[in-house]
Every structure is written in structure tokens, then in C-alpha cells.
């Protein structure tokens, strides 16, 4: 049976728009794909810090996840010199997140470690983010221009002080081992929040092992 060449036409044409719509469907969900890994993304091997030692066979020991927060403004390699330990203390991971990328609040830092030992980078290192506020160690003061902050995920003293996972140590330690070598960072100057603001703070506070990192010559411990 001949068919209508009229709506043979017709029908030719409705497929060429199905179509389309489907390459533009696709091509969006492309795009939103590209912006997904802009924003959270595997850390290549070959970017800063080598993380192929961060412990944990999973993929994903370690991921970008970058805050906003931080001087526009860039700094040399060899004006890091310490590296500060703070505790989260709030009641999640998420929130924790979230409260480091809000702009309203202008915290950050570089690296946060939650409870299973995945490492978070959240600001690089040649940026300076805004996680010691008012401080001060030896001659240096303001610390932040000078120094990379590390999170600690931990509920903190407000909302249930928690012990440091194992994970979150072990992860810790490989980090600080990196950050030592890249940044020639003198032991003594792996410092809790504590140290260098401690009227204000209290963290990483009396749970964190200080004694077990000075064991890799990462911080100092006194004994009593």
C-alpha cells in the first residue's frame, strides 16, 4: 500500500524534532556533569599533594569539595610555615560542610578529615583561608597568611565531644607527613586551634592524640 507522501513528510519531520530535543537534553546533562566534577571531584595524582599514601583502597579516600572562602589574593610555597588542628563542633559532617562554604559566615580551611578518614580538600594550598581568626604563635600573629587549617569532623565540647576516630588519625598523620615535606614545616609547628588562640579555643582539645603524632615528628608532646 503507497503511502501519503504529505504525511510521510510529516512524520520525517516530527523525528528530526524528537531528536533535537533529545541531543539538548543530552548536552545538559553534560554540562551538568562538568560542573558536578568542577565542584567535587577526584583529586588528580599529579595536582599539589600526592594522595596515592592517604589510606583506605576506596577511590574516594579523597575529594575536592571547594569553599569559596578564602583571600583572592596568592601566596608562595614558602610562606607556609605551620599547620593548624581544629575540631569541627557541630553536629554533622554535612553541616560542617555547609557552614565552611557559606559565604555569610567567611570560614574555611584547606583540608577537612571526617570520621572514616576521606580527606576533603576545601581550599588549596596557595590560597589562605580564614580558619585561625585572632591569633598568635612565637613572632608570628594572625596566623592564617602563614599557616594551613585542618577539620577534624568531631561534634566538639558544645554538642557531645567525641574521640578521634582511627581513621581520622591514621588519615591525619599521612596528611601531615605530606604537608611537612612539601612545606619544610618544623615539628613544633603542628599546633592545635588551641595554641594559638587559647582564650578563645579549646580544640582540638584533651581527646586528640598529640602523643601519637609526635611519634611521626608531627607536633611536640610534654610529658607530665
Same mark, same amino acid.
Given at each position: 500500500?503507497?503511502? =501519503?507522501?504529505?504525511?510521510?513528510?510529516? $512524520?520525517?519531520?516530527?523525528?528530526?524534532?524528537?531528536? %533535537?530535543?533529545? =541531543?539538548?537534553?543530552?548536552?545538559?546533562?553534560?554540562?551538568?556533569? %562538568?560542573?558536578?566534577?568542577?565542584?567535587?571531584?577526584?583529586?588528580?595524582? *599529579?595536582?599539589?599533594? =600526592?594522595?596515592?599514601?592517604?589510606?583506605?583502597?576506596?577511590? @574516594?579516600? *579523597?575529594?575536592?569539595?571547594?569553599?569559596?572562602?578564602?583571600?583572592? !589574593?596568592?601566596?608562595?610555597? +614558602? =610562606?607556609?610555615?605551620?599547620?593548624?588542628?581544629?575540631?569541627?563542633?557541630?553536629?554533622?559532617?554535612? $553541616?560542617?560542610? !555547609?557552614?565552611?562554604? @557559606?559565604?555569610?559566615?567567611?570560614?574555611?580551611?584547606?583540608?577537612?578529615?571526617?570520621?572514616?578518614?576521606?580527606?576533603?580538600?576545601?581550599?588549596?594550598?596557595?590560597?589562605?583561608?580564614?580558619?585561625?581568626?585572632?591569633?598568635?604563635?612565637?613572632?608570628?600573629?594572625?596566623?592564617? %597568611?602563614?599557616?594551613?587549617?585542618? $577539620?577534624?569532623?568531631?561534634?566538639?565540647? !558544645?554538642?557531645?565531644?567525641?574521640?578521634?576516630?582511627?581513621?581520622?588519625?591514621? *588519615?591525619?598523620? +599521612?596528611?601531615?607527613?605530606?604537608?611537612?615535606? !612539601?612545606?619544610?614545616?618544623?615539628? $613544633?609547628?603542628?599546633?592545635?586551634?588551641? #595554641?594559638?588562640?587559647?582564650?578563645?579555643?579549646? #580544640?582540638?582539645?584533651?581527646?586528640?592524640?598529640?602523643?601519637?603524632? *609526635?611519634?611521626?615528628?608531627?607536633?611536640?608532646?610534654?610529658?607530665?
Amino acid at each position: 500500500m503507497k503511502r =501519503d507522501p504529505k504525511l510521510v513528510e510529516k $512524520e520525517v519531520h516530527e523525528m528530526e524534532k524528537i531528536k %533535537k530535543s533529545i =541531543d539538548k537534553i543530552n548536552a545538559n546533562i553534560d554540562q551538568s556533569k %562538568k560542573a558536578l566534577e568542577k565542584h567535587t571531584k577526584l583529586i588528580p595524582v *599529579s595536582e599539589e599533594l =600526592d594522595f596515592r599514601i592517604v589510606p583506605g583502597k576506596n577511590k @574516594n579516600s *579523597s575529594v575536592t569539595n571547594l569553599s569559596p572562602n578564602y583571600s583572592k !589574593k596568592t601566596r608562595q610555597k +614558602k =610562606d607556609i610555615k605551620l599547620v593548624v588542628i581544629h575540631y569541627t563542633g557541630m553536629q554533622s559532617e554535612i $553541616e560542617s560542610i !555547609k557552614r565552611l562554604k @557559606n559565604p555569610i559566615y567567611k570560614v574555611s580551611c584547606h583540608y577537612l578529615i571526617n570520621r572514616g578518614g576521606k580527606i576533603i580538600r576545601m581550599v588549596k594550598d596557595h590560597h589562605v583561608a580564614w580558619h585561625a581568626g585572632k591569633s598568635r604563635w612565637k613572632s608570628f600573629v594572625n596566623l592564617n %597568611k602563614k599557616s594551613l587549617g585542618i $577539620e577534624l569532623v568531631n561534634r566538639g565540647h !558544645k554538642f557531645g565531644y567525641q574521640n578521634f576516630s582511627t581513621k581520622q588519625i591514621n *588519615s591525619l598523620i +599521612k596528611l601531615c607527613k605530606i604537608l611537612k615535606k !612539601k612545606y619544610q614545616i618544623k615539628k $613544633e609547628n603542628f599546633l592545635g586551634h588551641s #595554641d594559638i588562640a587559647p582564650l578563645r579555643k579549646s #580544640d582540638p582539645g584533651e581527646k586528640f592524640p598529640w602523643k601519637k603524632l *609526635s611519634n611521626y615528628s608531627i607536633g611536640k608532646w610534654y610529658k607530665n
